[in-house]
Structures are given as C-alpha cells and as structure tokens.
C-alpha cells in the first residue's frame, strides 16, 4: 500500500468507528466534565474516574483500532507524564519509585518506556493519560514503526472533552508540569 492508500483506509476506519459510536459520546463527556468539577474527590480519585471513563468510551473504539498487545512502538516515543499520574502510578504499583531528581534528557525518541516488558505495559491499568489515549486506525502497524512514526502526519483520535477533564484533574493537583516518563521512575 501506499501511503495515499493509507490515508484513504484509515479514514475509512474512523469514519465507520464514529458512526458505531453512541449518539450521547458528546454529552457523556460534557456530563462526566461537570461531575468531577463539582465533585469533592481528590485528583488522585479524580484521575481514576476518567481512566474508568475512558476505558468505558474505548469499548466502542477498540474494535477499529490497529493497536494490539504485543505492539509497542509508542512505547519508544516520547511520554509526557504530570505530577499527579506519577502520583498514580507509585500508589497503584508496590516498588515503583521516582528519581531522586528527574533527569532531563530530552534526546528520548527511541529509548523504550522503562515499564515494557516483553512488549506490554507491566503498568497497564495505571499507564499515563496520554497513553490511555494513544491509538491509530491504519490498515497495520507499518506506519507506527521508528522510522516511519515522525514522517507520515496520520490522523489521531482527539478528544477536546476527555483533555479538558484532564486538564482539570492536572490543574487541582496543584502542577500542570510535565516530563518524560523515563526522566522520572527509577528502573527496578
Ligand atoms: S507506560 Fe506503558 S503504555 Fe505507556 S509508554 Fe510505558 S510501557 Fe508503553
């Protein structure tokens, strides 16, 4: 295929996905955005509630999606994580720790995430938002690989309502500040 087929099927892919999805996504969202604005729940408690929620909205998307266990591409490029998701991570997974000071090495595409093992998240259930987010529509994985990921401009999924939510949870937990996931855990 070439990349023009490309574009064309997965297109084709996210258009059949978003009709498959239920007629309220949209309100769903608005919805689940008030519910934690006004809830009283810590931003820990707060992340937890949209990861469930996400993982709720996925069930409609997963079906579409190239993504599979066992492939890890992403996993080598670069991770953002803020303070409140580090704070998730240590609390759901025994002997996870961070760096005494977090590196700042920026030269991180490449470099798989420290968490893969054996091409799967060893922290799944607890991975970063962006991680929760991250998925392709392409006829195959081809695409996603190293040296192909930076040069091909694919559509991704976005979503404004789950980001704003997000954006939310970051801004209560008092840090908005971000870093790459391998700048702060310590290797096991
Ligand atoms: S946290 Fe998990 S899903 Fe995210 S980059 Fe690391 S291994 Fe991959």
């Given at each position: 295929m070439d990349m023009?087929?490309?574009?064309?099927?997965?297109?084709?892919?996210?258009?059949?996905?978003?009709?498959?999805l239920p007629e309220n996504l949209e309100k769903l969202q608005d919805d689940f955005f008030i519910e934690i604005e006004?809830?009283?729940?810590?931003?820990?408690?707060?992340?937890?509630?949209?990861?469930?929620?996400?993982?709720?909205?996925?069930?409609?998307?997963?079906?579409?999606?190239?993504?599979?266990k066992g492939c890890s591409y992403c996993c080598s490029y670069y991770v953002t994580i803020s303070d409140i998701e580090?704070?998730?991570?240590?609390?759901?997974?025994?002997?996870?720790?961070?760096?005494?000071?977090?590196?700042?090495?920026?030269?991180r595409v490449g470099?798989?995430?420290?968490?893969?093992?054996?091409?799967?998240?060893?922290?799944?259930?607890s991975r970063p938002y962006v991680c929760h987010r991250h998925v392709m529509f392409t006829p195959d994985n081809s695409v996603c690989?190293?040296?192909?990921?930076?040069i091909h401009k694919l559509r991704l999924l976005s979503w404004p309502k789950l980001d704003k939510s997000y954006d939310l949870i970051k801004a209560e937990s008092g840090s908005n500040e971000l870093h790459d996931i391998r700048d702060v855990f310590q290797k096991k």
């Open positions: 023009e087929e490309i574009r064309l099927a997965t297109e084709i892919k996210i258009k059949k996905m978003t009709d498959s006004k809830s009283q729940l810590s931003p820990l408690n707060k992340l937890k509630k949209l990861y469930s929620f996400m993982d709720e909205v996925y069930t409609h998307i997963n079906k579409y999606t190239t993504c599979k580090i704070q998730f991570i240590e609390k759901n997974n025994k002997g996870i720790k961070r760096k005494e000071q977090f590196d700042t090495d920026k030269k470099t798989p995430c420290l968490f893969l093992k054996n091409d799967a998240c060893s922290i799944y259930e690989s190293e040296d192909n990921a930076h």
